[in-house]
Nanobody, 116 residues
Framework: QVRLVESGGGLVQVGDSLRLSCKCS????????MAWFRQAAGQERERVAAVDWIGGATYYAHSVKDRFTISRDDAKDTTYLQMISLKPEDTAGYYCYAGDGLLDYWGQGTQVTVSS
């Protein structure tokens, strides 16, 4: 059973940085496309960043482009989301996603709160 465990969330100030981590286990994690989604209170879950498993192509939502960086370390089965210049609107639960085109896997989420 594939398991995704996020860590690194917390309460920060505007302009601060955070790095989220997602540890994958229980499957061929290096063969999954990985992504980070977020969901703010009362809003739909949105994809903020993704990285492919072949070639490492990345995707970023417009709202986080140039501030967030997704990366993966397949030797550690870990995907990261480096976030800089955080804004109050970045406040949300952040969820790690893994998928192989047939099955989707989700972590339990980690909360990021940006205080002004």
């Amino acid at each position: 059973q594939v398991r995704l465990v996020e860590s690194g969330g917390g309460l920060v100030q505007v302009g601060d940085s955070l790095r989220l981590s997602c540890k994958c286990s229980g499957g061929p994690c290096s063969e999954y496309a990985m992504a980070w989604f977020r969901q703010a209170a009362g809003q739909e879950r949105e994809r903020v960043a993704a990285v492919d498993w072949i070639g490492g192509a990345t995707y970023y939502a417009h709202s986080v482009k140039d501030r967030f960086t997704i990366s993966r370390d397949d030797a550690k089965d870990t995907t990261y989301l480096q976030m800089i210049s955080l804004k109050p609107e970045d406040t949300a639960g952040y969820y790690c996603y893994a998928g192989d085109g047939l099955l989707d896997y989700w972590g339990q989420g980690t909360q990021v709160t940006v205080s002004s």
